[in-house]
Each structure stands twice: as structure tokens, then as C-alpha cells.
């Protein structure tokens, strides 16, 4: 079974946006939440960001419509085309560029105000040098006094408990169902996540299986990170501040 990222969001590019009860909605509300952190940090109306694992678009396509410049990277290819795509569609100027976040060289433009990584991308890098390595590149691309921004679980409480399945969401009406769902196989302080995509279709139903490893990265560890690449102040938010669903890390450059 093959748990590298390159596989796991090329394989699931087509579908991602049906993890989501509304996409389009998902869009603006994380935009409207993101948005306005960045401005507030950054203090720019627009600022100049980097999303350096832009997925299918779901950040950057937000914080585009809201005024921000954006250029987006990732390193899963399937990936960028779809967001270049949904872009395209929305009528949006963004630069998209496939690169990992462990070296960003593909990336010409520098000296950002912000590069974002959401929806918990850091953990998918599993060795402390890859962590370190991808934050130095990251710094590489802001300008001084930059920060970087990123979503993560809550690893400081998951790794006691533990869980080993998300619970079920169905979305859509009587025979055209959906269900979303992920178990979780623990294995030390990594884990592999198995993503279900159930679709019903009349009476019948056809489900898809996605699976990818993550570290579960506790806040301390990436701090010292942070530090060891150059970041000065390093401030979590909590989702009952910021109303986003995963806490919000900000560090300075």
C-alpha cells in the first residue's frame, strides 16, 4: 500500500472538494476566517502570499477573491492542475507552481509577506530533517519581518487519546448520497489515515479509499523548529479565537 502524499492527493484530486458538504462555501468561509488574520498580522489590505501547499485551491482560491496576491504551490502535479483549473474558472490571476515544500527553488518569486501551509500539511513531513529543511525554505521566501501561517490538528490531545476513526457525514439528498469518513492506525507517534468516499447512485453504492501517513507534530517540536530556522515570535490561536477548525500557528520571521 503506497501512503506517500505524492499518491495520496494525486489519487484524490478529482474528488477532494466532496470531503466537503459545499465546497464553494468552504471556500469563503475559510477566506473570511484566514483572510482577515493575515491582513491583521501582515498589516496589509492585500497582502503577498505564498501558499506553499495550496491542495486544489481551497485557501488560495478564497484569499484570491478577497484581494490578496497570491501565487500557490504543492507538490502533488494532479493537485495543481485541478486548482489551476478552479481558478481559470473563477476568473482568478495566480501564479501555480509544483514544488515541495522541502525545496521551493521552482518558485522564482520571494519575498512575501506570509507563506501559508493549511489543513495540517507540516505533518505529513514525517523526520525531524524534513521539518527543519521545509521551514528553512519557507523562510527563504519571506521578506523580512514575514510570517509564516499554519492550520494543524491539535496533536498535544490526540496523541493521548488516540482515536482511530472520524466520525461519519452524509451529504446529499436520497440517491445521491455521500459518506466521508477516515480510521486512523496508530503506530507510535505516526499514523496512517484511511479516507472513505462512499457514493450512492439509485441502489447502489461505490466507495473510494485513499491513504496517507501523518506525524502527529506536537507543539513544542515544531517551536524548536521554528527557532532552528529563524523564526522569532511563534503564537498559537485556538479555534474558539479564531473560528477556524484547526488551530492557527503564526511565527515571525
Known amino acids: 500500500m503506497d501512503t506517500s502524499t505524492d499518491t495520496f492527493y494525486d489519487d484524490l484530486a478529482d474528488h477532494y472538494h466532496l470531503i466537503f458538504k459545499d465546497w464553494s462555501q468552504s471556500i469563503e468561509r475559510q477566506a473570511a476566517t ?19 501547499a495550496c491542495g486544489i485551491g481551497t485557501q488560495t482560491l478564497g484569499l484570491s477573491m478577497r484581494g490578496h496576491s497570491l501565487v500557490a504551490s ?34 522564482p518569486e520571494e519575498n512575501f509577506d506570509v507563506v501559508l501551509a493549511a489543513d495540517n500539511a507540516l505533518p505529513h513531513l514525517l523526520l525531524r530533517e524534513d521539518r ?34 472520524q466520525a461519519p457525514s452524509m451529504y446529499g439528498p436520497r440517491g445521491q448520497r455521500r459518506i466521508v469518513h477516515q480510521v486512523w492506525d496508530w503506530d507510535g507517534e505516526e499514523y ?49 479565537e479564531t473560528k477556524f477548525y484547526q488551530p492557527v500557528l503564526i511565527a515571525r520571521k
Request: aromatic share 8%; net charge positive; hydrophobic share 40%.
Open 34 to 52: 484566514l483572510g482577515p488574520l493575515l491582513e491583521r498580522y501582515t498589516t496589509q489590505v492585500a497582502p503577498r502570499v505564498l501558499d506553499c
Open 74 to 107: 504543492d507538490q502533488s502535479r494532479a493537485s495543481v492542475a485541478r486548482a489551476a483549473r478552479e481558478a481559470s474558472l473563477r476568473g482568478l490571476k495566480i501564479q501555480f507552481h509544483v514544488a515541495d515544500m522541502r525545496d521551493l527553488s521552482p518558485i
Open 132 to 165: 527543519d529543511q521545509a521551514l528553512r525554505e519557507i523562510a527563504g521566501k519571506l521578506r523580512p519581518d514575514g510570517i509564516v501561517v499554519a492550520t494543524i490538528r491539535d496533536y498535544d490531545h490526540l496523541i493521548q487519546t488516540r482515536p482511530s476513526i
Open 192 to 240: 496512517d489515515v484511511h479516507l472513505y468516499l462512499s457514493f450512492e447512485r439509485s441502489a447502489q453504492w461505490t466507495v473510494k479509499h485513499y491513504v496517507s501517513r501523518y506525524r502527529a507534530l506536537l507543539r513544542n517540536d515544531l517551536s524548536t523548529s521554528l527557532h532552528d530556522a529563524g523564526f522569532t515570535t511563534i503564537q498559537w490561536l485556538e479555534p474558539a
